[in-house]
């Protein structure tokens, strides 16, 4: 038997952890040559607080509010976690009965979800300066009883009115007040209010970011803006936001023919002639792109791209370097009429890649572990949580900040 383990303090490292775990179980976003850490830096810089499990808007509000009905109900440690689950239980029947199910986490799975969208959640929380406790939301909810008893002893001043110095506090005392039934009958559209708090909270803590500028917008973004590099905005970012769009583009562009190939590489193995064609087709049409922005992957600053990376906390191998460069070495140097497909170079660096991450996993050579690939393994284009959840964020922001009436 095998399993995760980690330290309670390393809130981040167990973030991370998990958000592999659910990637894995989507075959199409799977990191199969070891760029992920890569990826998910870039989308930090980008749209920090979000991750590729996270759904809608509200969530960013039903969590605290949720957690603050604990507090106030004095709810004992040890029966804090259950009570957690059931009101999110309760929160998501709730929402599955007020709309289609869309966007409700839980909805398949019920009460039996393995993560909660507290959990889901709680980093974006902190890094958004709504969760004021600094810890894993299992150590949350072993220090309530500390919390409560802290909040009886705490301090008053001459008038006998709490010492705000000292008041204690997990949540952002600037929070929306809980709708009084929240759990009887609620949506995922947000109040004006509501909305105007949660980009004050953006503003205030990733005021350099992306989605800060984006945010204050309040455009919707139509389903044909598959990337955000497709978007009209970009244009008129500070040029730190522009430099980093350009990165983040070049990056995915040029990494998603390495996916593709691993892919056609497999197909072949499994001899599997639909698959083959479709990724030959898929590669040809990259190749065509890359023709097109030839100009702009020829004069990419790779110095400053790794500067990006290391500014924004990303950890990588010298190894993971090493083959992200080759590759972009290849695909600078490779001819108009000469097809990635048959390019012997570019398949034994995808073989020798695959074989330095996964060692005796590999599925490359490995017939008893290609049973399991179902044709479509990580060759999706990287694009940064933006179809999921940013741009639903980027909706539900600009419908409540334009609507002309508040609702219950």
């Given amino acids: 038997m095998s399993g995760f383990t980690w330290l309670d303090y390393s809130e981040k490292e167990r973030q991370q952890v998990l958000q592999v775990i659910e990637l894995f179980r989507e075959d199409d976003t799977r990191d ?10 870039i989308a930090d810089l980008l749209f920090p607080g979000t991750s590729t499990i996270q759904t809608r808007l509200r969530y960013f509000l039903f969590i605290p509010w949720l957690l603050k009905m ?3 109900k004095r709810v004992p440690s040890h029966k804090a976690s259950t009570r957690s689950r059931d009101y999110q239980g309760r929160l998501r029947d709730v929402l599955m009965s007020q709309t289609a199910g ?3 986490i839980g909805a398949v799975a019920g009460y039996k979800v393995q993560r909660l969208p507290s959990n889901i959640y709680w980093n974006g929380l902190d890094k958004w300066g709504i969760r004021l406790f600094h810890g894993t939301e299992m150590s949350y909810y072993h220090s309530l009883d500390g919390f409560y008893d802290r909040q009886r002893t705490n301090r008053v001043s001459a008038d006998g009115e709490p010492d705000k110095e000292v008041l204690v506090e997990n949540w952002d005392p600037a929070l929306p007040s809980c709708p009084e039934k929240l759990l009887e009958k609620t949506t995922f559209r947000l109040k004006k209010e509501e909305a105007t708090y949660l980009l004050d909270r953006i503003r205030t803590h990733q005021p350099d970011s992306l989605l800060r500028h984006l945010m204050e917008r309040a455009e919707t973004v139509a389903d044909e803006v598959r990337f955000v590099w497709e ?18 583009r070049n990056f995915s562009e040029v990494m998603h023919g390495a996916a593709l190939l691993y892919n056609l590489i497999l197909a072949e193995q499994r001899s599997w002639d639909e698959r083959i064609q479709n990724y030959q087709k898929l590669i040809n049409q990259w190749q ?44 600078r140097d490779a001819g108009d009429h000469h097809s990635f497909s048959s390019n012997n170079a570019a398949r034994n660096m995808i073989v020798d890649r695959e074989r330095q991450i996964k060692r005796n996993r590999a599925r490359i050579n490995n017939t008893s572990l290609q049973e399991s690939w179902q044709g479509n393994s990580g060759a999706a284009q990287l694009e940064y949580r933006w179809n999921v959840p940013v741009r639903s964020y980027l909706n539900d922001m600009a419908k409540a900040l334009s609507t002309k009436y508040d609702h219950a």
Avoid: C, Y
Wanted: net charge negative.
């Fill in 288 to 331: 065509n792109l890359m023709h097109t922005r030839k100009l702009a992957i020829i004069s990419w600053n790779m110095d400053a791209f790794w500067n990006l990376v290391r500014e924004g906390g990303g950890r990588f191998t010298p190894h993971t370097r090493s083959f992200i460069e080759k590759w972009i070495g290849l695909v």
């Fill in 231 to 248: 978007h009209h905005a970009i244009e008129e970012m500070p040029r730190e936001i522009q430099d980093q769009v350009i990165h983040a």
């Fill in 102 to 104: 869309d966007g409700v």
């Fill in 70 to 72: 604990i507090e106030q």
């Fill in 32 to 41: 199969e040559l070891g760029i992920g850490t890569i990826r998910d830096t």
